[in-house]
């Protein structure tokens, strides 16, 4: 006997739409991914990235094809690599009949740190993001660096005989550059421009050298975006940056924020 050929499916999506509106971004987000990334001490770093992947639809489109996100992905095998990037884009732009194509990798992203006095050994975790759009052949890049570290307020400093109220902050800083910046490097000039930067494994010898380091170095919120800035405009093949500084505050209810944007 024959087999019996599948009928053709109704693809609805290919169907003309009517109210004349173009959309900017349309696929998939929360796709969970491994992914390699270079990592400067030890060349490669293996992560897992939350991925969303989207492209313009033009306005005569009623839909695109969702599973053609998935299919351009896992074209690339089971780990992406970042150096990727602009050709997944590309695919994207090709398969889905695209001009713009959008690509964006959450990730976290491990440092090996050792205490300052006792030298021992931990891993600490920052999260990093990769923002990538295709703009027909033009390739815009951005990286995102989202950095946990201890200010100590320096009004309290001031006005208080003994101590300093302290709190962890958090920094985060988006920028363009026209040559590779490594996320290790980023992660420095932030906690460099802190009161102190954190640590996953304190023993005693290093909680007092800490303590005592943020009530050495007292920093508002302003102080802190601006310190992060100043180290970024003396970078010159930084072409853009946003800094931003949220202090979880000790003693109020509510937080501390500060931006700067530079471009």
């Known amino acids: 006997m024959k087999e019996k050929q599948p009928a053709s499916l109704f693809d609805q999506q290919n169907e003309r739409d009517h109210r004349d509106l173009r959309i900017d971004k349309v696929g998939v987000r929360g796709l969970l991914h491994p992914i390699q990334i270079r990592d400067k001490a ?9 991925i969303g992947m989207y492209v313009d639809l033009p306005k005569e489109f009623k839909g695109t094809h969702m599973s053609r996100f998935i299919e351009v992905l896992n ?19 090709s398969k889905l009949q695209s001009h ?15 205490a300052p006095i006792t030298g021992s050994q931990s891993l600490m975790n920052y999260v990093a993001r990769f923002d990538a759009t295709a703009n027909g052949t033009e390739i815009d890049f951005l990286l995102e660096v989202r950095v946990d570290v201890t200010t100590l307020c320096p009004c309290s400093k001031a006005i208080s005989e003994q101590g300093a109220h302290n709190q962890r902050g958090q920094v985060t800083v988006q920028l363009r550059s026209a040559e590779t910046f490594w996320i290790e490097d980023l992660i420095a000039l932030v ?23 943020a009530y050495e170095n007292p920093v508002f919120v302003e ?21 931003e500084a ?7 209810n509510h937080n501390a924020y500060a931006c700067i944007e530079k471009g």
């Open 100 to 114: 713009t194509a959008h690509l964006e990798m959450e990730f976290p992203f491990f440092l090996e740190k050792r």
């Open 246 to 252: 949220e202090n979880f505050e000790s003693i109020h």
């Open 42 to 50: 030890h060349e490669f770093q293996y992560t897992v990235a939350t």
């Open 191 to 213: 906690e460099k421009s802190a009161s102190c930067e954190l640590y996953a494994l304190l023993k005693r010898p290093d909680e007092k050298a800490v303590t005592e380091r």
């Open 223 to 243: 102080d802190l975006v601006r310190n992060v800035a100043q180290r970024l405009n003396a970078i010159s093949h930084v072409n853009w940056y946003k800094v």
């Open 75 to 93: 074209a690339h095998g089971n780990t992406i690599h970042v150096d990727k990037i602009p050709t997944i884009l590309q695919a994207m732009q």
